[in-house]
């Protein structure tokens, strides 16, 4: 039995090594400025695409980093990455209109969630070797199916239904 608590902890501590030197590379490691095809499926099919590309490099200031979304030709976002606390990996997206998103950072993968106009979006981006992966999944949070009511353990799940799905795989310059 101790053999097995001893093996158990071992695969748990290298489990948890990756996130913690992923989180020190991010986002200095992540700068640069990423390209790529955004792909647009409202549903089971991609429907349009468009070139993206996303920059992210270090500004002036202490803990922030330019966080610049293009999509297309004219559609450009400078918004600014903020550090909260580096150590937990809590990051916010300053849109730099009153409007700041959290973010945070999970192993080599940083995601925020937030509702815009009785819209839910999850927008992740992952970091795998030389691909950046952005995926945004979105849909509308007053369509909730409730279930589960008979079941001790919890007081009923909410479901919601996914009406979009974007994915961009970028290469760094």
Request: aromatic share 10%; no cysteine.
């Amino acid at each position: 039995m101790l053999r097995y608590n001893i093996l158990f902890l071992l695969v748990i501590t290298l489990v948890w090594l990756p996130p913690s030197q992923a989180q020190s590379a991010f986002p200095d490691g992540w700068a640069g400025i990423w390209r790529g095809t955004l792909y647009i499926a409202p549903g089971p099919q991609v429907t349009d695409s468009l070139p993206m590309s996303l920059t992210i490099a270090p500004t002036e200031v202490d803990s922030a980093w330019q966080w610049t979304l293009q999509y297309g030709a004219d559609d450009t976002r400078p918004y600014v990455l903020r550090a909260v606390d580096r150590k937990k990996g809590h990051y916010q997206i300053d849109e730099r209109n009153s409007i700041v998103l959290d973010g945070f950072l999970f192993g080599s993968a940083f995601s925020s969630r937030f509702r815009v106009n009785h819209t839910l979006i999850l927008i992740s981006y992952k970091l795998r070797g030389e691909t950046l992966e952005m995926e945004i999944i979105s849909g509308p949070d007053n369509e909730l199916t409730l279930t589960g009511e008979e079941v001790e353990e919890v007081e009923h799940i909410d479901s919601w239904p996914l009406r979009v799905r974007q994915v961009a795989r970028l290469t760094r310059e």
